[in-house]
């Protein structure tokens, strides 16, 4: 059971929800949705690529389009975790071209890749450059883990419609990417 993508979903679900309850964000509380299975497509060189991602979190209803996703994450089970890097990123293009295409100030998007014992963080921003964090272990980087969901988290309601417009050259955005640049570097 430990092993199981579902178990994988159930601790990081439990690790969201205490992260917004944390941050105590009233809006968030109330406008932002976690959505389980979400369909996802893009167009890439005449060809359609379609997939599945494990949850989304957005505001709205990301079922009906989801232009309105900010984070997406894709689960693994135990010791695969990396298998679903390519998943991910397909994933975080079709989000960014349907947030381009309803004219999103803020296209940027967010994934998380997991298997609950090894994490990595990824952005791709609007001119589809992508960066990726070190793969971070559970049992030595906990503290550094819910710092990086805490701040995805924050990122995201700051990018959400209940509050005021941020531009693409939001400040926070920038330092994720500072940050994921720091040894690393981007995949495109």
Known sequence: MQESETFCRTIMDLVF??????LKDENATRHLKFVPEVSLSVERGGATITGRADWCLGYGNARGGFESTLIIMEAK???????GLPQLIIYLAAVLDARKDSHNMDSAVFGLLTDSSVFQFVYLDPARKLFTSRLLQWVTDKKRIVQWIDRVLEDS????????????????????QTELKRGHSPVW
């Open 77 to 83: 089970k135990l010791g695969t975790a990396q298998s």
């Open 17 to 22: 929800l205490d992260r917004l309850r944390v």
């Open 157 to 176: 309601i700051k990018a959400s419609p209940h509050t005021t417009p941020v531009k693409s050259s939001n400040r926070t955005l920038r330092a994720y």
